[in-house]
């Protein structure tokens, strides 16, 4: 499956930004799809993910109440809708698909079965 991101870019501390993962290649509904991140010097980390079916959106504790992940399998692409940004928010973002939800929840990116490149977000103060 390919996956492409979009939708990142410059925005000030407080503002919001929705990133787009688009996916071609196979069946999106068959796959589970999350959200990764990035940041200068750091490892990569788990942000949010939804089933293939658009239920059980499940998040970080660092986004939970603030981003909102979600999915439209007629347009097979992923979102990730981000509120009250944060400099710490700053990273390339990046989408991932999985096709075990254990997997996905766990988090860890070598556990991801397929990866789009990244976008990035900067988040000023």
């Known amino acids: 499956v390919q996956l492409q991101a979009f939708g990142g870019g410059l925005v000030q501390a407080g503002g919001s930004l929705r990133l787009s993962c688009a996916a071609s290649g196979r069946t999106f509904s068959s796959d589970h799809m999350g959200w990764f991140r990035q940041a200068p010097g750091k490892e990569r980390e788990f942000v949010a993910a939804i089933r293939g079916s658009g239920f059980s959106p499940y998040y970080a504790d660092s986004v939970k109440g603030r981003f909102t992940i979600s999915r439209d399998n007629a347009k097979n692409t992923v979102y990730l809708q981000m509120n009250s940004l944060k400099p710490e928010d700053t990273a390339v973002y990046y989408c991932?698909?999985?096709?075990?939800?254990?997997?996905?929840?766990?988090?860890?990116?070598?556990?991801?079965?397929?990866w789009g490149k990244g976008t990035q977000v900067t988040v000023s103060s």
């Open positions: 991932a698909a999985a096709a075990n939800w254990g997997a996905m929840t766990r988090g860890r990116p070598y556990d991801m079965d397929y």
